[in-house]
């Protein structure tokens, strides 16, 4: 009997008794079976994984990855195998794991073998490699996606319970849409980057494909740590997953913007995937898309194409036919690029995500297709550019905008093909976004990848991860604010975007020279709320964030609109002597604006 790779299958299997041994007997039945040598650029011994497996042990639940099978997508070092970012010419035998890799084998997870992809990871579509093409797992067809290719496929047909991908464009999140399964592309700089060969190195992150949103999310929880060695990497927050408020806001692209290609059945999964979300209490927003799509275009444009030239620079000019003409060709525009070219492009984006912020303002997240439609190998024979630009419609965008995202697959459409839509927050809200996703992913009847296992039941979950709190925060404390670290370095994240209730007056404090706001409760009713962030953070954490906070400021309790009372900042009446009175601003990100322009 064929065992579910997922998280609950394999625990459960070796609680009973089932040893590792067999379950990788099953994986490497399992390949055979498939019978697509380009899944894997490199597989490892059979042999040698069940050595690897026996010296596990008797079954330790301490460690929450025991046991469980994953791929890894070779231009992430594994140490004993080469590292190809599918050119042969760029092999090379890395003698340490890549930082993620050490640490989901310390969680007790075990390599099967390093995955196919388009080569230098530049490509959405999953044909760009001389290793071959890996079938997509519903379809032969239908391009697997890339460039993430073989760590989609290989977690699709129910080889690997998880399979690290690298994501720059939509690597980590079109394959998932293509393959009917769950795509992670974290916060960048949640994943150490120590240890892969970048594409761009200062906008992409490793990814995780899983069958699940909580397969997938458990083993970023087990990976996402801050690594000195990589002048990217970030403190994330990975709290247990929670059951997110009601009336989350969440934008998508309005029927002037929204694009599909011509694919009715695209536009009609997609109203379904809105219509789950109001049925689950949240608020659909559409909004103008044009801006992020204007951001999208800038993606394969001067600076980001002279970043990916930077990587394989000296390999074009000593053996350019060692890289694909496809690959060649985009790469080597940066040839005709210069340093003012780029500088114009970083000023440019700046301008644009300038523009973006009133489009984005009082959203929760973003709710997209994940791919406008589907493309076959044939259109890629006869083009291979447009179909892959337009898959990266709802990608391009989302890593210059420094947002994290979660592709999740919904049931099937009408013609068979798997549904599936992205949703995207700011920086920091892996976990928002995972715990808003079920909904989605809990729809109608669907099996997971191609495997036809059942999908398993989600977790039940509380309104706050076990042992956090919320906090209401109203000053520089905001998302990307000097302040803000202060509750990123005690692990807190934010949960939402709220008003408060319209009892407050709010002050611009007198003070040192550093302009510090403060809420001072009244009686009698204002004309407005303030505008708030709630964050949830650690009961213990919340005593020394409390010692930092000076005179005349404090924490104490703070109604909202909603009429909820949640911990916050409050301010002593003594506040107001010498104080500006900025309640009619109602936000002190308007205040900042209009001192500092």
């Known amino acids: 009997m064929t065992t579910p790779l997922t998280l609950p299958g394999l625990r459960a299997a070796y609680a009973a008794g089932t040893m590792p041994e067999e379950i990788i007997s099953q994986i490497y039945h399992r390949i055979a079976e498939i019978d697509d040598p380009a899944i894997f650029i490199t597989l490892r011994d059979h042999a040698e994984v069940k050595a690897e497996v026996r010296a596990l042990g008797s079954y330790d639940r301490e460690k929450p990855l025991w046991g469980i099978p994953f791929a890894v997508k070779d231009n992430i070092d594994v140490a004993g195998l080469p590292t190809t970012a599918a050119c042969p010419a760029w092999e090379y035998h890395p003698e340490a794991d890549a930082f993620v890799v050490a640490k989901l084998r310390a969680a007790g997870a075990i390599v099967i073998g390093k995955t196919n992809l388009d080569q230098f990871a530049t490509g959405l579509v999953g044909v760009r490699s001389p290793y071959g093409v890996p079938r997509n797992a519903l379809a032969p067809e239908i391009v697997p996606g890339g460039s993430s290719s073989g760590s989609g496929v290989a977690v699709a047909q129910g080889i690997v319970t998880f399979a690290l991908g690298t994501d720059t464009a939509g690597s980590g999140r079109v394959p998932a849409a ?49 690594d000195p060695a990589d002048a990217y990497s970030k403190t994330i927050a990975t709290p247990a997953l929670f059951d997110p408020a009601t009336g989350q806001v969440i934008g998508i692209p309005d029927e002037e913007s929204i694009r599909f290609f011509g694919d009715e059945q695209q536009a009609q999964s997609f109203k379904h995937a809105c219509a789950l979300l109001e049925q689950a209490g949240h608020i659909i927003q559409p909004i103008d898309f044009t801006p992020l799509y204007a951001i999208a275009d800038m993606l394969y444009e001067g600076a980001w194409v002279a970043e990916r030239n930077s990587v394989i620079e000296d390999l074009l000019r000593s053996n350019p036919d060692a890289v694909l003409p496809v690959t060649r060709k985009i790469i080597g525009k940066a040839e005709t690029l210069s340093a003012t070219d780029a500088f114009r492009g970083f000023y440019r984006l700046k301008e644009l995500s300038r523009a973006v912020e009133p489009v984005l303002a009082g959203l929760d997240a973003l709710c997209v297709p994940t791919i406008p439609t589907f493309y076959s190998r044939a259109d890629l024979e006869a083009d291979p550019v447009t179909p892959n630009s337009n898959l990266g419609t709802y990608t391009n965008f989302v890593n210059l905008l420094d947002m994290c995202g979660l592709a999740i697959p919904l049931p099937q459409r009408t013609d068979g093909r798997p549904g599936g839509v992205t949703l995207l927050a700011k920086s920091g809200e892996d976990a928002l976004l995972a715990s808003l996703s079920a909904p989605l992913e809990m729809a109608g009847e669907r099996s997971l990848g191609a495997t036809g296992w059942s999908r398993p039941e989600r977790q039940k979950t509380n309104a706050l991860p076990p042992h956090y709190v919320k906090l209401a925060v109203c000053g520089a404390h905001l998302s990307g604010l000097p302040l803000n670290h202060q509750l990123t370095d005690r692990n807190a994240f934010l949960l939402r975007e709220t008003v408060s209730a319209p009892f407050y007056r709010f002050f611009a404090l007198a003070g040192d020279g550093v302009k ?82």
């Open 516 to 597: 510090r706001p403060g809420m001072i409760r009244t009686a009698t009713q204002q004309p407005n709320g303030i505008a708030l962030e709630v964050w949830a953070i650690p009961e213990d954490k919340l005593g020394s964030f409390l010692t930092g906070i000076p005179a005349p400021l404090g924490l104490g309790k703070v109604e909202l609109e909603s009429g909820e009372t949640v911990c916050g900042f409050i301010c002593e009446a003594s506040g107001e002597i010498g104080a500006q009175d900025i309640t009619h601003l109602a936000s002190w990100r308007h205040f900042l604006h209009r001192t500092h322009g």
């Open 178 to 226: 293509l393959n009917n399964i769950v795509g992670l592309k974290p916060s960048l700089g949640a994943l150490s980057a120590s240890g892969v060969v970048p594409a761009c190195r200062s906008t992409e992150t490793i990814s995780i494909f899983a069958t699940t949103v909580e397969d997938a999310y458990t083993a970023f929880q087990a990976v996402a740590e801050f």
